[in-house]
């Protein structure tokens, strides 16, 4: 009898769990900005007037309405995109040396 009570708690329990990690999951109150001006999809200029997508936390702007819709269509491959692209600008952007003592000017 108590062994079932038991079994039936760690059941609760767990399914409790469950719901919060889903409802953590569905309610994601701020993505993360579109870090780039330009359209992931077409690499035109952003246009503001063109609602943002979410997608996996991170937030998608772009040119126009017909690059929403490729976007939508495959929302993975622009995600890696857009990855891809942030990661370049960040590695090629810094043009400090790397451990060396040069930088002591000011
Ligand atoms: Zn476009």
Do not use: W
């Not at 569905?26 to 077409?42: D, F, I």
């Amino acid at each position: 009898m108590m062994m079932l009570m038991r079994t039936l708690l760690a059941g609760c329990a767990l399914a409790c769990c469950a719901a919060v990690m889903l409802g953590a999951d569905e309610g994601t109150p701020s993505p993360r900005p579109y870090p780039l001006e330009n359209c992931v999809v077409s690499n035109d200029k952003i246009d503001p007037q063109v609602a943002p997508v979410v997608f996996n936390g991170q937030e998608f702007r772009f040119c126009c309405r017909g690059c929403v819709k490729k976007f939508n269509r495959d929302p993975e491959k622009y995600a890696a995109r857009l990855a891809a692209s942030t990661s370049r600008a960040a590695n090629a952007s810094p043009p400090a040396p790397s451990g060396g003592g040069a930088s002591g000017a000011k």
